[in-house]
C-alpha cells in the first residue's frame, strides 16, 4: 500500500476521472485541490498564485491528517504541474507515488477535448508537450494514454501503481521548475 498517489497531467481527458477511479477500486480516500477553493472566481478569472499557494498549503495539510489517521492509498489530484516538482521534497520519507498522465498523440487528444474552451485546448497541449519531453521526478511513473479507453487508462493506471515500488530515501535533484507549463502565471 502506498500513503498518497498523486495523479496529474494533461492529456485530453476530464481532470478527474482517472483519480475517482483509482480512489473507488483502492476504497481510498479522494483529495481534489479544487476542493479547497473554486477554479476560478467571481469574474470567471483562473486562480491567482496566492489563491493556488492557498490552495496547495490546504491540501497538504489534509494529506498529513490523512497519514495520521492512517489512511492509506489516499489519492491525490488537481493540482498545478508545477506542484509535481514539490512532492518529492514535501513528502520525503512516506510511501507515493506520483503517476504523470500524458497522450504521446495529439490527435487523439484533440478528440478528447472536442467540447473543451480554445484557450484550455491550447494550455493542454503545451502542458502535455512539457509533460512528454520533461524527465520523470522521483517516485513518478508515466502513462501514456493515447489509443487507450478510459477503461484501458484505468486498466493501466493500476498495474503501474501496483508493480513500482516507493522510494523513501532519495537524492533532491529535480529537472527545475522551468519544465513545467502552468495555468497561473
Avoid at 498529513?64 to 508545477?82: C, I, L, S, W
Avoid at 517516485?139 to 493501466?156: F, P, Y
Wanted: with cysteine; charged share 30%.
Amino acid at each position: 500500500f502506498m500513503d498518497f498517489i498523486f495523479i496529474y497531467g494533461s492529456d485530453g481527458y476530464k481532470e478527474d476521472i482517472l483519480p475517482k477511479a483509482v480512489s473507488a477500486h483502492y476504497d481510498s480516500p479522494i483529495i481534489l485541490g479544487r476542493m479547497m477553493i473554486e477554479e476560478k472566481n467571481e469574474e470567471g478569472k483562473a486562480l491567482t498564485h496566492d489563491e493556488e499557494a492557498f490552495s496547495w498549503k490546504n491540501m497538504n495539510a489534509i494529506l498529513r491528517t490523512a497519514y495520521k489517521n492512517e489512511m492509506q492509498n489516499a489519492v491525490v489530484a488537481g493540482f498545478d504541474d508545477p506542484r509535481a516538482e514539490e512532492i518529492p521534497l514535501l513528502f520525503k520519507g512516506f510511501h507515493f507515488l506520483i503517476l504523470k498522465t500524458v497522450c504521446s498523440d495529439e490527435r487523439v487528444m484533440a478528440d478528447r477535448m472536442e467540447e473543451m474552451p480554445e484557450g484550455e485546448k491550447t494550455m493542454q497541449i503545451r502542458r502535455n508537450r512539457a509533460n512528454l519531453n520533461r524527465p520523470e521526478l522521483v517516485n513518478e511513473i508515466r502513462l501514456d494514454t493515447a489509443g487507450l479507453s478510459e477503461t484501458e487508462v484505468l486498466k493501466k493506471a493500476l498495474e503501474l501503481i501496483e508493480g513500482t515500488e516507493s522510494l523513501t530515501e532519495y537524492g533532491l535533484e529535480g529537472p527545475g521548475r522551468e519544465t513545467f507549463v502552468t495555468r497561473t502565471l
